[in-house]
């Protein structure tokens, strides 16, 4: 029989590393996804979505139980992620040229209806919607990646946002809104 | 640019929000239903609703790593968790021994410690103190200098017995 998370936090809270490695193993496709979506770097992501493991076990004890555990850790991941962009926009501009040829171009998510010509549009929208992506600010882009990307409820997101519903709503709204009006181009 | 934006298709101010949420099926109940009406009678918001079905999902970009790169950052990753679960069993004990129940053991510890040097220490120090021990002689000088003066009350006192003895005597 498969523990629930909140098991496997207990048994975690008491040492049992083996616990703790199971949450790992559950959660860190979608936590590198999550990294990957605001970094859209392979490297970053892994060392991102890592270091969001390492803080939920130094802080296992922390963890409340007000909210599920995958809020929880995935609140740390966004919060990571989010500092990661700052720094990153702190960073000198001499780097991004690095940075870019660092990234690896993720494929589009395979959908068997998708027709040779949407391929194409796929790969154009590929480098663009990087770029349209960076010029949202971070709490539009959280709630849309989260939403968009990852198909989470507006509930999750605005527990993970620590945010109300109707603020997450509005910032989908305008996310989409401002990506709408940058990819007119591939409409 | 400038034209393809303003070629931009615009759904009804007040549904655009709702349109999104109704992409993403995130519209329940009334809400749904209201929506699902209002499509059926304009264009706009339709062409705006089809033009979210084709784009939004071409910005679902997802990264597949090979599985070497799950195996690396698997073993990357326990290789951190052993590394920082060291440090932590360090910071625990150290943590553990200034845990507030160790408060009051320590705390009495000391008071024990204080009284038993109070009761047991106080004659083994005095002696060697030659602070108290002027002090005594201070107190002693005054007494020895008075000694003739007491040795003369001592006479007086007998010639008190004298004079009494021999106001008796005469009496007899």
């Not at chain 2, 009334?30 to 062409?47: G, I, S």
Request: overall charge negative.
């Amino acid at each position: 029989m498969t523990r629930g998370d909140e098991d496997l936090v207990a048994s975690a809270r008491q040492g049992d590393r083996r616990a703790f490695e199971e949450l790992v193993d559950r959660h860190e496709r979608r936590a590198y996804h999550i990294a990957f979506d605001f970094t859209r770097n392979r490297e970053d992501a892994k060392d991102l979505s890592q270091e969001a493991f390492l803080k939920a076990f130094t802080n296992l004890k922390n963890f409340d139980g007000r909210s599920s555990f995958y809020t929880w850790f995935y609140r740390i991941i966004v919060n990571l992620c989010l500092d990661y962009k700052r720094r990153q926009k702190r960073a000198p501009a001499d780097t991004f040229d690095e940075r870019v040829e660092n990234q690896v171009e993720p494929s589009h998510e395979p959908e068997k209806t998708r027709s040779p010509d949407q391929d194409v549009m796929a790969r154009q929208i590929s480098r663009a919607i990087g770029a349209a992506l960076e010029t949202l600010p971070a709490r539009q882009r959280t709630a849309f990646v989260l939403k968009n990307h990852q198909g989470l409820s507006i509930k999750e997101i605005a527990e993970l946002m620590e945010t109300a519903e109707g603020t997450v709503k509005v910032h989908l709204h305008r996310a989409v809104t401002a990506l709408r009006e940058r990819l007119a181009e591939f409409a | 640019m400038t034209e393809q934006i303003n070629t931009l298709i615009n759904a009804c101010g007040e549904m655009e929000e709702n349109l999104v949420l109704f992409h993403y099926g995130d519209l329940r109940g009334d809400e749904r239903n209201e929506v699902q009406a209002h499509l059926k009678n304009c264009a706009t918001c339709t062409a705006y609703l089809k033009h979210l079905n084709t784009l939004l999902p071409l910005t679902r970009q997802v990264d597949e790593p090979p599985p070497e790169f799950w195996t690396h950052y698997n073993r990357e990753l326990r290789e951190k968790l052993d590394s920082v679960a060291e440090k932590k069993s360090w910071r625990q004990s150290f943590v553990d021994f200034f845990q507030p129940r160790w408060v009051p053991v320590l705390a009495m510890a000391a008071v024990f410690t204080l009284a038993l040097t109070f009761t047991f220490g106080k004659g083994m120090w005095s002696n060697n103190d030659p602070a108290k021990e002027d002090v005594a002689i201070m107190e002693l000088m005054p007494v020895a200098e008075n000694l003739d003066f007491f040795a003369s009350m001592d006479v007086l006192d007998d010639l008190d017995l004298l004079e009494s003895m021999g106001s008796q005597g005469n009496a007899a």
